[in-house]
């Protein structure tokens, strides 16, 4: 009955390694997000999708490379993972209309580059 | 710029009502969010403010003043699992949500 899963929940890989965060929404919502929360535990937006088209990209390195294959996926490719990449990665859904955005948060990716 | 403030840390006493401020200069304006994060966990959303005054909800309410650019979550009846951070996020006119860094409040008993 999970409402927004990721997978893994935990990810510890070495500097250079490419990876890729699956997440899935059963909420019936057009609109993804994936958020990066550093260790300050500040929340940033990273990308936005709507009905499977990018809307938001905000000023991620091109390493980061999001897919969403239908709406109730979007899922985050990262290449050469860097030591500065450690942080937990939230997935979240919302319908795309005005007013009635709130969010549904993912359980998290905790990501930890070595 | 596109700026969210909200204070870092506050400490309040079980039973008692707490008030997070959360002030923004944002490119337009299209509503306003509140959640909660306990640590550990994903943010779970707690209230939505488009238009000024108060909207209350159980123990919890927020308040919305567009033109001074403010908002307050107010928390009454405290509770120790009322211990979180607590987002301010605001919706700017390119329908981008940002967020402030959150403020973590600690509950004595």
């Known amino acids: 009955d999970t409402a927004v899963s990721q997978t893994p929940k935990y990810l510890v890989t070495q500097m250079g390694n490419d990876k890729s965060i699956k997440c899935e929404q059963n909420?019936?919502?057009?609109?993804m997000y994936w958020y990066k929360q550093d260790s300050k535990k500040f929340l940033k937006i990273m990308f936005s999708y709507n009905n499977k088209e990018l809307i938001i990209n905000e000023t991620v390195p091109n390493r980061f490379s999001p897919k969403s294959p239908d709406k109730a996926h979007l899922n985050l490719h990262i290449n050469s993972l860097e030591l500065g990449d450690s942080a937990v990665y939230f997935c979240?859904?919302?319908?795309?209309?005005?007013?009635?955005?709130?969010?549904?948060f993912g359980p998290g990716t905790r990501l930890t580059v070595t | 710029g596109q700026n969210i403030d909200q204070p870092t840390e506050m400490t309040a006493t079980e039973g008692a009502i707490v008030q997070i401020n959360c002030t923004y200069q944002t490119s337009g304006f299209n509503g306003l969010f509140w959640y909660q994060q306990h640590a550990g966990e994903a943010p779970t959303f707690l209230s939505y403010n488009v238009l000024d005054g108060l909207e209350e909800k159980g123990r919890f309410s927020s308040f919305l003043s567009r033109s001074k650019g403010y908002s307050y979550l107010l928390l009454k009846e405290l509770q120790m699992k009322d211990s979180a951070s607590y987002l301010c996020?605001?919706?700017?006119?390119?329908?981008?949500?940002?967020f402030g860094k959150g403020t973590r409040l600690h509950i004595l008993p």
């Open positions: 979240a859904s919302s319908h795309g209309l005005a007013g009635a955005r709130e969010q549904y």
């Open positions: 996020a605001v919706e700017n006119r390119d329908d981008k949500i940002i």
């Open positions: 909420l019936g919502h057009d609109t």
